[in-house]
C-alpha cells in the first residue's frame, strides 16, 4: 500500500509555456501533500505544503504565483509551472502524508523531469 | 536553524558493511528518517528511529542515534549492488506527516 504516483514521469516543454504535474496517491486519502524540487546531486528542497481544500503554504523564496499549486481532492495535487523557463528545468518530486499515522513518513512519488527549452 | 550534513560519497566493496553518517543541528527532533533514491526515482524509505531511541535494528540495517552529539548513522551489513543510490537522512519535529528537513545526501557505489 501506499503508493503515490505522478505524472507525467519526463515533460520537455518551450520557454513560457506552462506545465502541469499531477500528483495522485493512488490507494490512501492524503490529507497533506508536499511538493519537493531536486537540483541534480543536490537534497530536495520543499517548495510547499498543500492541504485539501486549502490554500498552499510555500516556502520562503518560493514564488507562490510561479508555482500554483491545487489540491482539489485527497487524493490529488497539482503543481503547474506557469512561463516556464530554463532555470525552472529540474526534477519535482512530490510525496504525501496521512495524517492520522503521524509516526511515519510522507510516501514519495516518482518524480518528474522538467526540462524547459 | 536546520541544517543536516553528510559525506557527499562512500564507496565499499560487496560483502561489507557500509556506514553512513548524518549529523543535524535541531536538537528538538523528534524523528529521524533514512531515504534511499535510486537514479531518476522517488525516495523510498528505509527505516526511521524516534529521538528516545539510541538504536533500531532492522535485517540488514542498523541505525544509530547519538543525541547528545546529534549523530546519525546508517549501517547496511553484507552490502550488495543493489544497495547503490544515494541515501538521504531527514529530521522531523513533529513527524513523518510534516515538514522534513533532508540532508545533503550521500552516493553509496558498491564495488565487486
Known amino acids: 500500500g501506499a503508493v503515490v504516483s505522478q505524472h507525467p514521469s519526463r515533460v520537455i516543454c518551450k520557454s513560457g509555456t506552462s506545465v502541469k504535474i499531477e500528483c495522485r496517491s493512488l490507494d490512501f486519502q492524503a490529507t497533506t501533500m508536499f511538493w519537493y524540487r531536486q537540483f541534480p546531486k543536490k537534497s530536495l528542497m520543499l517548495m510547499a505544503t498543500s492541504n485539501e481544500g486549502s490554500k498552499a503554504t510555500y516556502e520562503q523564496g518560493v514564488e507562490k504565483d510561479k508555482f500554483l499549486i491545487n489540491h482539489a481532492s485527497l487524493t490529488l495535487s497539482t503543481l503547474t509551472v506557469t512561463s516556464a523557463h530554463p532555470e525552472d528545468s529540474s526534477f519535482y518530486i512530490c510525496?504525501?502524508?496521512?495524517?492520522?499515522?503521524?509516526?511515519?513518513?510522507?510516501?514519495f512519488g516518482p518524480g518528474t523531469r522538467l526540462l524547459v527549452l | 536553524g536546520e541544517d543536516v550534513e553528510q559525506s557527499l560519497f562512500l564507496s565499499v566493496r560487496e560483502g561489507d558493511s557500509s556506514v553512513i553518517n548524518c549529523t543535524y543541528t535541531d536538537s528538538s527532533s523528534t524523528y529521524l528518517y533514512w531515504y534511499k533514491q535510486e537514479p531518476g526515482a522517488g525516495l523510498q524509505l528505509l527505516t526511521y528511529?524516534?529521538?528516545?531511541?539510541d538504536m533500531k535494528q532492522d535485517q540488514r540495517l542498523t541505525v544509530l542515534l547519538n543525541k547528545k552529539d546529534k549523530h546519525l548513522s546508517l549501517r547496511i551489513a553484507d552490502t550488495q549492488t543493489g544497495d547503490s543510490a544515494i541515501y538521504f537522512c531527514?529530521?522531523?519535529?513533529?513527524?513523518?506527516?510534516?515538514?522534513?528537513?533532508f540532508g545533503t545526501g550521500t552516493q553509496l557505489k558498491v564495488e565487486l
Open positions: 531527514a529530521e522531523s519535529f513533529t513527524g513523518g506527516g510534516n515538514k522534513l528537513t
Open positions: 528511529i524516534f529521538s528516545n531511541m
Open positions: 510525496s504525501a502524508a496521512v495524517e492520522a499515522r503521524r509516526s511515519e513518513t510522507q510516501y
